[in-house]
């Protein structure tokens, strides 16, 4: 079956921790995204990559690092500088970053910060 | 600027009533224009998109969109609501940045069904 997973679900973490939250795609798709959902604010893009060893920021980059070493992955590190980390997070993936493509979207990470 | 707006934070609907999402984009030239739909802790499935061919266009459970270039609006129709309809709708325009076209997704529309 052809997806894209996310691990963990569910993250709790304390406060000044970094943590990493993984996606992995099977669909062969070059173009992966990181986005973040608040209540009442829609999808907000964080990181985006178009390829393999190559990133860019999106809207809301701050205390976020991504790295794209292989085609399949593409993890977000949520560090201690970003001052509001509870939210869900959502990784996207696409065939390719031209606009015509739909995305396809993983189940979620919700990740509460005590 | 290139912008997306979701006129309604809340829709309701009465079940078997039609039902109407509204958006309307800002922009230079014709984007890629898609909606999507969230059930709760979920993520995102596509529903339908226009990539410049039919200006209707139909997607899956019964939604359709008409492309209207003149107003800027993709609205999103369906004659008649289900219950397992009730879910976040998202209106999503793909925009030019420097090299790449970027999906830029609007604030949400909630549709609530009523029995």
């Known amino acids: 079956d052809g997806g894209i997973t996310q691990s963990p679900k569910y993250l709790f973490r304390k406060e000044g921790q970094n943590v990493t939250l993984s996606c992995e795609q099977n669909l062969n798709h070059d173009a992966m995204y990181w986005y973040r959902q608040d209540p009442g604010q829609g999808l907000r893009l964080i990181y985006y990559s178009q390829i393999v060893n190559d990133f860019q920021k999106g809207d809301i980059a701050e205390g976020y690092s991504v790295s794209r070493e292989k085609k399949e992955s593409f993890p977000l590190t949520v560090t201690s500088a970003q001052k509001n980390p509870t939210a869900f997070y959502l990784c996207?993936?696409?065939?390719?970053?031209?606009?015509?493509?739909?995305?396809?979207f993983g189940p979620g990470t919700r990740l509460t910060v005590l | 600027a290139q912008s997306v707006t979701q006129l309604d934070s809340h829709v309701s609907v009465s079940e078997g009533t039609p039902v109407l999402l509204r958006c309307n984009y800002s922009?230079?030239?014709?984007?890629?224009l898609f909606w999507y739909v969230q059930h709760p802790n979920k993520g995102l499935q596509l529903l339908l998109k226009y990539t410049s061919a039919a200006t209707l266009v139909k997607g899956i459970n019964g939604f359709e969109a008409e492309f209207k270039k003149s107003e800027t609006s993709f609205h999103l129709t369906k004659p008649s609501a289900h219950m397992s309809d009730a879910a976040e709708y998202f209106c999503v325009v793909s925009f030019k940045r420097g090299g790449s076209y970027i999906p830029t997704f609007g604030r949400g529309t909630s549709l609530i069904v009523h029995p």
């Open positions: 922009s230079s030239y014709s984007p890629s």
């Open positions: 996207a993936s696409s065939i390719t970053g031209t606009g015509y493509n739909e995305q396809f």
